[in-house]
């Protein structure tokens, strides 16, 4: 069982439109890490967003953490081809856990041009 | 600063067999977890080593072992290998403070026959 459920697990796009990956719990989590992943390769860290309600901005890349830290967002603009990969979001619980990380089954985007 | 490696990148082994992997962390790092990544499952915790201690375990079974050495390096052994056991293998390592960002190794692709 997922504790982390991503939506949606697949999404396909023309370059140039926007997209958004939902990362949601019923858990709350001292962390959210933001991954993405090409096949036959170990996840890439994004991002990390800690505080309630933070959004992080990276390139054209905008992360958001909800207020009560059970909810992340994904948000790309004007994708590109090289935006394509597996996007996996992980919730990290107390300090005790911080090396065990939770993962989303993740949100396959692919953007043709 | 070089990243996470894992050694082998790939692996072929026979029902039966036990094979040994091999995590190096990024320096000064010296926590390191091991994930399993499977199509149907996705990405799961098995173990995580602090210090030489495995400070924490996910549910996988006792034929799934690691140990760390004094350096931070890290290996793990699957012992009577199964035709279920075949999946990325994952290593990251992270800082004791890392509020849960873990920085991750290409994986060692297992293939059991």
């Known amino acids: 069982t997922q504790l982390l459920e991503q939506s949606p697990q697949f999404l396909s796009i023309q370059e140039g439109e926007n997209l958004t990956v939902y990362c949601n719990s019923s858990s709350v989590f001292s962390s959210l890490q933001w991954y993405r992943q090409e096949p036959g390769e170990g996840p890439v860290l994004l991002v990390t967003?800690?505080?309630?309600?933070e959004v992080k901005k990276l390139k054209r890349l905008t992360f958001q953490f909800g207020d009560a830290r059970k909810d992340s967002s994904l948000h790309i603009t004007a994708a590109q081809p090289g935006d394509t990969g597996l996007y996996l979001c992980?919730?990290?619980?107390?300090?005790?856990?911080?090396?065990?990380?939770?993962f989303g089954a993740g949100t396959q985007v692919v953007v043709t041009p | 600063k070089a990243g996470v490696t894992q050694t082998p990148r790939y692996l072929i082994k026979t029902r039966g067999q036990q094979v040994t992997l091999s995590c190096s962390p990024i320096s000064g790092h010296r926590s390191v977890s091991w994930y399993q990544q499977t199509p149907g499952q996705g990405l799961q915790f098995l173990f995580e080593y602090f210090s030489e201690t495995q400070r924490n375990k996910g549910n996988f079974p006792g034929r799934f072992s690691g140990r760390q050495f004094s350096n931070s390096r890290s290996e793990m052994n699957v012992s009577t290998l199964e035709l279920g056991d075949s999946a990325l293998y994952l290593c990251?390592?992270?800082?004791?403070?890392?509020?849960?960002?873990?920085?991750f190794g290409a994986g060692t692709r297992l293939s059991v026959l």
């Open positions: 967003v800690v505080t309630g309600g």
């Open positions: 990251a390592s992270s800082k004791v403070t890392s509020q849960g960002i873990q920085y």
């Open positions: 992980a919730g990290a619980g107390t300090t005790d856990s911080w090396g065990k990380l939770q």
